[in-house]
Structures are given as structure tokens and as C-alpha cells.
């Protein structure tokens, strides 16, 4: 009844949570959807007898206008990781190779062998940290269908710079798609860092993937945006959900992308708490909501951090803990302090 090659197939696992507890574990921001966000939402309930847009028409212009780009070079989903399963569902069939870095975002390999396809993870360079940019070119063949790049990478924090991105990229066969995965491009200040917008201009085979879920604080209602050549994005348009996107999520998207002081207000926090964060437990610099510990015996730690009522993400490969705000820095230094002082 069920597919054979399901049962090696890993469920995709959430970050954990406790009533009472302080959740560190899953990259949410602390803030509320903005006020606006709020307010939109409440007026969308009031039609929710209604199937949404399934075009995204209106979302989509105010996208354009934000991002520089044409409506047809933009697409909605249901969260950034519903477009990145699309795209694998796009370019590849079975057989077909999915090259990423690991530690990533854990859905990747996931995504890709229920498509039928091949996950290639490139393990990070062990030193920063970082992608293997130079083992990704090297670990390509001719079943290569899709790239994933993670910039800022979840859950190291790590970033490329626009100079290795242009050497990678001239080393990348035209009819391999690359997905650049910006999912924490509002946390990232790292100046020298390529930007999805500017790069889908120069390489036709490149697709950017941003969502509301992290900076915008919209988790719960599930959307994201990816961007690109007008033909990857229809053949997105192709194996997407109908309806996938509500009304609700619509309305609320537009709505923040109106309230950009806001925003930035909120992210500069995040980043101000970020260095604070790093320097008590000791982390490398992070240019996303969260710091990275590799190597640490994650599983060990989180035990006794949650002790304290406090719960990050513990990896095989380390341990990440979500930066916030002010007072939830605090708690953390608290429950910090109780497990290595105490």
C-alpha cells in the first residue's frame, strides 16, 4: 500500500517545546506579527468562507515593487521549505541528484528522496564552518539537477561571500538549477555577502527562496516567495497545491512588507542580542537568529539547559540556540550560568 522506500525516509523533526519553558529551539522570533500584520488578518478572517487567491495577484505586486523584480518572476508558498520541496518536485525525476551542504536545513535530503531523487550532502568545512563550496563543484555529474545554497546557512550562521558565489557559479552547468535558500536574509549584516535578487538578473538558473516565517514573525499562518526566471517559476507554479497559500497568510504578508521600519527595528535587536548570546556561550559570529556550537555535546547540554527550563536544538553535529530578545537573552544567560557555574 505504501511505498517501499518510505520507511528510510526520516520524519522531519521540529524543534522541541515545553509548556512553561523558554523555546529556543526552532528559530521563531519572540515579537508578534506586526500590528499591521494583525489587523489584516482579523479583516481576511471575515471572508475565510471564500477560497484564497490562488494566483497571489495582489501579493505578488507589492513583492515586485519590494524586490525590484517583475511579477512574473515571483511565486507564493506555503513557507519558503514548501517552494524549496517544489523545486526539487520541478527538476527532478528519479534518479536524479540533489547536491547540499550538511549540516543544512534538514529538510533538504528529505525533500529530495521523496521525489525520487539522489541527496548528495556535502559535509561543511570543518574549520569555519562553512559550505564547501569547491566539494559541491567537484561532487557534480551528469544526474545533477539542483543546488541548494544556504546563506545564511541553519544552523551554523555562516555566510559565502559575493566573490566565491560568482567563482562557484561559473562552475556550475547552465542546466543545473541553483536554489539560494535566504530564509534569514533580513538577520544577515555580512557586507560582502550575494544577494538571491541581484544574482536571479545574472544567472538565469538561479531561484531565490525568502519567507515571512522568521524576520516578519508569520510561522503560524505559513508563507514565503521565491524569484527567478519566469520559466522556473511557472514550472513551480506546476507542482504546487492549489490553494496552497490562504487568504489570511496573503493578507498579512502584504501587510508587513508595508511596515519596513518596524522591521528593521525589530531585526537590529536580534542582531544586538546576537553578539551578546555568542560571546556567553562562546559561539563563532552568527548572521542569523541563532549561534552555532559545533562539536558540543549538544545532546548532553540541551538536557541540562532544559533542566533550567530553557530548550535549544540539539544535532548530532552541535547544538543551536535561537536569539531573540532582551529578556529571553537573559533567562538563557540564567540557565547558562546554573548549568556551567552552578
Not at 555568542?278 to 549538544?298: H, K, R, T, Y
Not at 545532546?299 to 540539539?314: D, F, M, N, P, S
Request: hydrophobic residues 45%.
Amino acid at each position: 500500500m505504501i511505498r517501499a522506500d518510505l520507511t528510510d525516509i526520516p520524519t522531519y523533526v521540529p524543534g522541541k517545546t515545553t509548556e512553561d519553558a523558554l523555546k529556543l529551539s526552532s528559530n521563531e522570533v519572540a515579537f508578534t506579527p506586526l500590528p499591521a500584520a494583525v489587523s489584516a488578518i482579523t479583516e481576511a478572517a471575515t471572508s475565510a468562507n471564500r477560497y484564497p487567491d490562488m494566483g497571489a495577484v495582489e501579493l505578488r505586486g507589492v513583492l515586485a515593487e519590494h524586490l525590484e523584480l517583475a511579477p512574473e518572476q515571483i511565486t507564493v508558498g506555503c513557507g519558503s521549505s514548501a517552494l524549496c520541496q517544489q523545486l526539487v518536485q520541478a527538476t527532478c525525476a528519479d534518479g536524479d541528484e540533489v547536491i547540499f551542504p550538511w549540516r543544512s536545513f534538514e529538510a533538504y535530503p528529505i525533500f529530495a528522496r521523496v521525489a525520487g531523487a539522489t541527496a548528495v550532502p556535502i559535509p561543511l568545512l570543518p574549520e569555519t564552518q562553512e559550505h564547501d563550496l569547491d566539494g559541491m563543484i567537484d561532487a557534480i555529474t551528469e544526474r545533477t539537477r539542483l543546488i541548494f545554497l544556504c546563506n545564511p546557512n541553519n544552523p551554523s550562521g555562516t555566510t559565502f561571500t559575493e566573490e566565491q558565489f560568482e567563482a562557484f557559479m561559473q562552475r556550475v552547468p547552465a542546466d543545473v538549477v541553483v536554489g539560494l535558500d535566504e530564509a534569514y536574509f533580513e538577520f544577515n549584516r555580512a557586507e560582502d555577502s550575494p544577494v538571491a535578487t541581484e544574482a536571479v538578473q545574472r544567472y538565469p538558473n538561479v531561484i531565490g527562496l525568502r519567507t515571512f516565517s522568521k524576520a516578519y514573525g508569520l510561522a503560524g499562518v505559513r508563507v514565503g516567495y521565491a524569484f527567478g526566471n519566469p520559466d522556473l517559476i511557472g514550472a513551480l507554479n506546476k507542482v504546487a497545491i492549489p490553494f496552497a497559500v490562504s487568504s489570511l497568510a496573503q493578507a498579512a504578508a502584504i501587510a508587513s512588507l508595508d511596515a519596513a521600519d518596524e522591521l528593521l527595528e525589530r531585526t537590529e535587536e536580534v542582531v544586538a542580542e546576537r553578539e551578546r548570546v555568542a560571546q556567553i556561550v562562546g559561539a563563532a559570529p552568527s548572521q542569523a537568529n541563532f549561534v552555532w556550537l559545533p562539536d558540543e555535546d549538544a545532546a548532553a547540554l540541551a538536557g541540562k539547559l532544559a533542566e533550567h527550563g530553557v530548550i535549544i536544538r540539539a544535532f548530532p553535529e552541535g547544538a543551536r540556540i535561537t536569539v531573540t530578545n532582551a529578556a529571553e537573552t537573559d533567562r538563557l544567560i540564567q540557565a547558562w550560568e546554573a548549568v556551567h557555574n552552578g
